[in-house]
């Protein structure tokens, strides 16, 4: 289903920069403001648990972090 966005009252600067930002990737300002929405609006792709804690930055050891009561 087709969809028409108006949007008003919109930064000068911010409408510049789609400008610029279509011309560097050879896009027209509609194809460059829907990769943008498409962007933005795309689920994150899920990573398993056990690949998330692998690359996990070490930060010292386990006792920094235990609970004080």
Sequence with gaps: MPLTLTFSDTDELLIAA????ARAHGRSIEEEHRDILRSA???????????????MPDVGPATDFEHCS
Excluded: E, G, T, V
Excluded at 18 to 21: G, M, P, Q, S
Excluded at 45 to 52: A, V
């Design 18 to 21: 789609l400008h610029k930002r």
């Design 41 to 55: 609006l795309r689920p994150l792709p899920k990573r398993p648990l056990d690949d998330i804690l692998r690359n």
